[in-house]
């Protein structure tokens, strides 16, 4: 499956409420996972661009504790008028992609 392809998957899920946007990420330094969710009505913050308005959600993540790492791996996703994704860019971490 394509990179388009996760994503209507992704954006299929949670239809009956909120549809939230899953996100996993690899921390750089000690390589635990962690997972969170963004609420595409709630979590995104509007803004005006040069071609209209575009919605962004930065969101810091640390893990549970267990690996005595506290390093924040920040995410920051960018989503067209119809909350569609259209960029993503992460610090101290990497994208876990499903099925790895
Ligand atoms: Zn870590």
């Known amino acids: 499956m394509g990179f388009l392809g996760k994503l209507k998957k992704l954006f299929a899920v949670g239809t009956s409420t909120a549809p939230m946007l899953e996100v996993v990420v690899r921390c750089d330094r000690c390589g635990e996972v962690v997972r969170s ?3 595409l009505h709630h979590d995104l913050s509007l803004r005006d661009d ?4 575009i919605y962004f959600c930065r969101k810091g993540l640390v893990g549970g504790g ?5 390093q924040e791996v920040v995410v920051e996703y960018t989503f067209d008028a119809n ?3 259209i960029d993503r860019r992460i610090e101290g971490g990497r994208f876990v ?3 790895e």
Do not use: L
């Not at 040069?50 to 308005?53: H, V, Y």
């Not at 267990?66 to 506290?70: A, G």
């Open 50 to 53: 040069d071609g209209g308005r």
């Open 66 to 70: 267990s690996t005595r790492c506290f």
């Open 83 to 85: 909350r569609r994704m």
């Open 97 to 99: 992609e499903e099925g």
């Open 37 to 39: 969710q963004i609420n």
